[in-house]
């Protein structure tokens, strides 16, 4: 009988554990990435309020240097050797706004006098309501660094929000919450800085770990779906779309390269690998989006008048300058009859417009054959 106990209580136990707690993976259906403790990033990452302040992991563990680094959308986690293997959160708030050349102007006296304000000497920025008591409450310095702006307005998603940078993490104000207390949060700096650096986010097999949500939270996988073959079609009038090639990572080169972002609905320019110069931009409308893929600049046209029907809709507009053709009718162009760029807004046909200023600066700054990603 007192085996027989002891046997209940185990199994009891084993009952009321989370099986989160027990298990040694887990696997975010959501990126499709695997979350372990080969080098303690699991137990970094529970020990930190890790689906708040990180986000889910979209990359494995690579090597970087003397560093064993994984991204999530939030941030990055590091091994250091040198310390005698600990893990610290990577500086992707200094590192992203490094990579964009953004520079942030140093706050009056009178901010850094204020009384509902903290200065930090050793940056010369404050913090301030409502970003101070997020920051105090869930990490301070060791999670989130320290203040490296004021807080200032951009557009988030083609949402005008608040932000505050700081070493390690972009914390922004979302306007359209409805709950005070949740009014801030840690912004995909993450993912964008991965992407800036063409960091391998291919989703990976599960393997024997836990599915989980973006919470940690067990979750069933997905059943496999089962494609029917395609019936054949009618052939139509309308011309074959091109063949699209995935993206591939930006690995540092002496060549120019650019990259769209339409999710941002910003575009970036790069040489050796750093990027020298950004611009908003407007994309493809739903029925008329953007291509995503791998080009290259074809064909430029200094000015031109484009006209053309699709999808019962017929065009003419004189004097389009700038054009960089990527394939097809689709073209990089300046844009003189609306100024929604980099707002989340989507106006053209397929093409990208840009405003002028920024046209003509890529326009004499790509030859043709610069190659040319889109990405989500």
């Known amino acids: 009988m007192r085996l027989i106990g002891m046997v209940l209580g185990i199994v009891l136990a084993l009952i009321g554990?989370?099986?989160?707690?027990?298990?040694?993976?887990?696997?975010?259906?959501?990126?499709?990435?695997r979350l372990d403790d080969t080098y303690g990033f699991l137990s970094a990452w529970r020990e930190d309020e890790g689906a708040l302040t990180l986000g889910q992991p979209i990359s494995q563990p690579f090597r970087d240097g003397d560093l064993i680094v994984q991204y999530f959308e939030r941030g990055r986690?590091?091994?250091?050797?040198?310390?005698?293997?600990?893990?610290?959160r990577g500086r992707v708030g200094a590192e992203y706004a490094a990579a964009l050349g953004?520079?942030?102007?140093?706050?009056?006296?009178?901010?850094?006098?204020?009384?509902?304000?903290?200065?930090?000497?050793?940056?010369g920025y404050t913090i301030g309501p409502p970003f101070l008591a997020f920051w105090e409450a869930h990490g301070g310095i060791d999670v989130f660094g320290l203040p490296i702006s004021e807080p200032r307005w951009?557009?988030?998603?083609?949402?005008?929000?608040q932000v505050q940078y700081f070493e390690r993490a972009r914390l922004e104000v979302?306007?359209?919450?409805?709950?005070?207390?949740?009014?801030v949060q840690v912004g995909d700096i993450g993912r964008d800085l991965a992407r800036l650096r063409g960091i391998d986010l291919r989703p990976v097999a599960a393997g024997n770990a836990v599915p989980?949500?973006?919470?940690?939270?067990?979750?069933e996988l997905p059943p496999p779906t089962v494609t029917p073959p395609p019936l054949p079609k009618a052939p139509t009038p309308?011309?074959?779309?091109?063949?699209?090639?995935?993206?591939?990572p930006v690995a540092p080169s002496g060549d120019k390269l650019i990259i769209v972002d339409l999710s941002d609905q910003w575009l970036y320019a790069l040489e050796n690998g750093r990027i020298i110069f950004d611009?908003?931009?407007?994309?493809?409308?739903?029925?008329?989006?953007?291509?995503?893929?791998?080009?290259?600049?074809?064909?430029?046209?200094r000015e031109q008048t484009m006209r053309g029907c699709l999808g019962g809709e017929c065009w003419l507009v004189p004097k389009v300058p700038h054009a960089m053709y990527i394939v097809g009718g689709v073209a990089l162009h300046g844009t003189y009859w609306h100024n929604q760029f980099g707002t989340g807004v989507r106006r053209s046909h397929g093409c990208i417009n840009l405003p002028l200023v920024p046209a003509a600066w890529l326009y004499n700054w790509a030859p043709v054959g610069t190659p040319v990603i889109v990405r989500q």
Do not use: C, M, W
């Open 17 to 33: 554990t989370p099986l989160s707690a027990q298990s040694n993976a887990l696997y975010f259906v959501a990126t499709g990435q």
């Open 77 to 88: 986690l590091e091994l250091h050797p040198a310390y005698h293997n600990a893990i610290l």
């Open 102 to 123: 953004r520079s942030f102007p140093l706050p009056p006296h009178a901010v850094r006098e204020a009384p509902e304000r903290r200065y930090f000497t050793e940056t």
């Open 154 to 161: 951009e557009y988030i998603g083609g949402t005008l929000q």
């Open 174 to 183: 979302d306007p359209r919450s409805a709950s005070p207390t949740k009014t």
């Open 212 to 219: 989980v949500d973006a919470n940690g939270h067990v979750q």
């Open 238 to 248: 309308r011309p074959a779309q091109p063949t699209v090639q995935p993206a591939q």
């Open 279 to 301: 611009a908003p931009v407007s994309t493809g409308r739903d029925g008329f989006n953007t291509p995503v893929g791998t080009f290259s600049i074809y064909a430029k046209v």
